[in-house]
T-cell receptor
Framework: GAVVSQHPSWVICKSGTSVKIECRSL??????MFWYRQFPKQSLMLMAT?????????EQGVEKDKFLINHASLTLSTLTVTSAHPEDSSFYIC??????????FGEGSWLTVV | AQSVTQPDIHITVSEGASLELRCNYS??????LFWYVQSPGQGLQLLLK??????LVQGIKGFEAEFKRSQSSFNLRKPSVHWSDAAEYFC???????????FGAGTRLFVKA
């Protein structure tokens, strides 16, 4: 079964609103979580690295004020897309790892901004 | 910086034929290497991974990959392709200790009857 769960799997929101996506590690404590974005027919692009209890590290070109990442506990990281616009519509995937172990990917969340 | 190149955007093979998907990586140390498969509209499924040890890695669904340090390659192979293997395949490299994973552009596999 899934060891990393994302919620919601699908979300539609109106332009200008904010939407939150959760990433949970179910069977282990995730010291580090990663957030990716995947546009249709493209590869996964790393957006940010999230360590529990500290600020996320964003990749170049990713707006930190638009994509708010919070890793408040060892089992939960959230990605909030603020003031969403249609161009933010994408497939968002998280992954989680614990020290010295392997990495697990969530099943992804489809965001559609209308 | 780590990077991954998948030179083939798409490949078409006949059902029952052998398959090889190419992957080249760039990383300063010994990398963690992965192959993932993604069906349309779905998440990622891990096919196999290489961290250390035997350079020929066996994965699920009959896939295998060989790590060749001298060529900086980690090509994915399958001796006999099934129609259900049609999907997008991603090679990825992770840094040691942190698993910050960078993905290649992907190779779309088409299987013809």
């Amino acid at each position: 079964g899934a060891v990393v769960s994302q919620h919601p799997s699908w979300v539609i929101c109106k332009s200008g609103t904010s939407v939150k996506i959760e990433c949970r590690s179910l069977d282990f404590q995730a010291t580090t979580m990663f957030w990716y974005r995947q546009f249709p027919k493209q590869s996964l692009m790393l957006m940010a690295t999230s360590n529990e209890g500290s600020k996320a590290t964003y990749e170049q070109g990713v707006e930190k004020d638009k994509f708010l990442i919070n890793h408040a506990s060892l089992t939960l990281s959230t990605l909030t897309v603020t003031s969403a616009h249609p161009e933010d519509s994408s497939f968002y995937i998280c992954s989680a790892t614990s020290e010295g172990n392997t990495i697990y990917f969530g099943e992804g969340s489809w965001l559609t901004v209308v | 910086a780590q990077s991954v190149t998948q030179p083939d955007i798409h490949i078409t093979v006949s059902e029952g034929a052998s398959l090889e998907l190419r992957c080249n990586y760039s990383y300063g140390a010994t990398p963690y290497l992965f192959w993932y498969v993604q069906s349309p509209g779905q998440g990622l499924q891990l096919l196999l991974k290489y961290f250390s040890g035997d350079t020929l890695v066996q994965g699920i669904k009959g896939f295998e990959a060989e790590f060749k340090r001298s060529q900086s390659s980690f090509n994915l192979r399958k001796p006999s392709v099934h129609w259900s293997d049609a999907a997008e395949y991603f090679c990825a490299v992770g840094n040691t200790g942190g698993f910050k994973t960078i993905f290649g552009a992907g190779t779309r596999l088409f299987v013809k009857a």
